[in-house]
């Protein structure tokens, strides 16, 4: 399978933008205390809730002594979609502080503990490219209310290679089950944007039943598409999703006829090279029985194509057909029977 399909794998049901490590923590930035104006957040709906944060420490190289930095929370209980918090950039004050806000959203809806602090100001994926450095700090209870709730439908339901699709968003209330009541503000995004959220640049409004229909490429049909709730300095939440594959197989016997017992080799391809999956040789028993009869056989990265030996087990006019099971987003599928006669 593509690289960049199994990276959106990883992002279905996106919560709040993850810290990724690059390297080991600054060296220069040394942490003595980090406080929070308050421990209890309620916040609902798309709202945000405000908590100031305030970072006690230094830099230790005086180059970096106005560097802003972010503060991390990882979730340690509750059932919200968001896994992490990060704050907004905190700047250096004059009394030698950092402080600044944390934006909350009604999706953390849990505890989260300060676990980092790391250099800022914030790229997507990480304050730049180094690790946190680790601090354990306060804890935050969230009591989220009236969550989103983010559904998609894709049409068509599985999208042909070389065709466009759309796919229609919608953002309700978990809570009610119903729309918020308003036009809201989505991001919709695909391949990078999904995990690298870069904030407002590809912004879409939904309907008043807070639904928005896209159209896409068939470009971007192998990468993952999403939508992002709007968040500073990450977003707030989102849904992202692969598209549904069909599965379509080709394959040919290197021989039509062959003595009974000797080795056949089957040469096909899976359309789309959805390489981490296997294909099966089947063999028709009966009037409708088909059933494996070798070992399953690898696809090819970026090729799509695979190898499988037939062995004839009786002489006469014997029917094959290569079958491809459901895998990741790529749907079952089986080639046009061939036949291989025994002699």
């Not at 014997?318 to 291989?340: D, E, H, T």
Request: with cysteine; glycine share 10%; aromatic share 8%.
């Amino acid at each position: 399978m593509k690289a960049r399909i199994l990276a959106a794998l990883v992002v279905l049901g996106l919560g709040a933008v993850p810290i990724t490590a690059e390297a080991s923590p600054d060296p220069n930035l040394k942490i003595d205390a980090v406080a929070m104006n308050q421990t209890i957040a309620a916040v609902s709906g798309l709202n945000t809730a405000k908590v100031t944060v305030t970072v006690t420490g230094k830099f230790t190289d005086a180059e970096d002594s106005k560097t802003p930095v972010l503060v991390i929370l990882e979730r340690t209980g509750g059932s919200g979609s968001a896994t992490s918090l990060i704050s907004t950039s905190l700047p250096r004050l004059a009394n030698g502080t950092w402080s600044g806000p944390l934006y909350v959203p009604s999706t953390a809806n849990g505890t989260f503990k300060v676990t980092g602090v790391i250099h800022g100001p914030f790229f997507p994926g990480s304050g730049d490219m180094t690790d946190p450095t680790p601090f354990s700090g306060p804890s935050l209870a969230v009591t989220g209310t009236h969550i989103p709730r983010i559904s998609a439908s894709v049409i068509p339901k599985v999208v042909p290679f070389g065709k466009p699709y759309s796919i229609k968003w919608a953002v309700i209330d978990s809570q009610t089950g119903r729309p918020y009541g308003s036009r809201l503000r989505v991001e919709l995004g695909n391949d990078n944007t999904c995990a690298e959220y870069i904030g407002p640049g590809y912004s879409n409004l939904t309907d008043t039943a807070g639904t928005v229909t896209k159209s896409y490429p068939a470009s971007l049909a192998d990468y993952v598409n999403c939508l992002l709730l709007p968040g500073n300095p990450s977003s707030n939440g989102g849904l992202g999703l692969v598209v549904a594959r069909p599965g379509v197989v080709s394959a040919t016997p290197s021989k039509t006829s062959a003595k009974v017992g000797t080795i056949v080799p089957v040469n096909g391809v899976v359309a789309g090279a959805p390489s981490s999956c296997k294909v099966y040789l089947q063999r028709l028993y009966g009037a409708t029985q088909w059933k494996t009869v070798s070992p399953a056989g690898n696809i090819r990265s970026y090729s799509g194509k695979f190898v499988l030996n037939a062995q004839p087990a009786y002489k006469g006019l014997i029917p094959y057909r290569v079958y491809f099971p459901l895998c990741y987003n790529y749907q079952a599928g089986v080639s046009k029977v061939f036949y291989i006669r025994g002699t």
